[in-house]
């Protein structure tokens, strides 16, 4: 008799903790689909771009996240200046960006136009001169346009995707 019980306690006890087991192990992989589901939502959602502001200056934006061309960029994204203008980028979002002037060893990823106006090979202009890392929150970055008119590709080292045009105007 004895026997028999303590056979009943050992078999059907640890039949039953599995079963727990494999509910909150169940429970736990939901939670964790979830929170991966909602993270890659939320930093993959679009945004909108901020009005582009007045004189010569171009905004760089994201909405916190910047995982592709919806959520962050430049605004305008293309910008008409006279020659011998003093262009000056902030940085008006959460990440660190660059404006990185085009040249043809630039992968077809970040220039897809190419290098455009500059022939000379070497970056007419790049932020990554003044800021190594991108620039931060509220930081500046300006460049004088004494380029010969035409159209000048630049975008983000940190962001491939996030590209911009200079047209210079004689
Ligand atoms: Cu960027």
Redesign the pocket.
Known sequence: MGWRIETMTVSEKPARRRRKLWIILGAVVIAAVAVVGSLAYVSNRPGAAPLPPTGPNVT?W?NGF?SNSSN??YSPVSKNVTAGTALTWTNM?G????ATECVSSDSSAACPDGAGSNTSGARAFDSNNQYSD?FKRDQQFSFTFDLAAGTYHYY????LF?HGTITVQA
């Open positions: 760089m994201d910047c962050c960029g979002g990440k660190p960006h660059t991108g983000c080292t940190v962001h996030m």
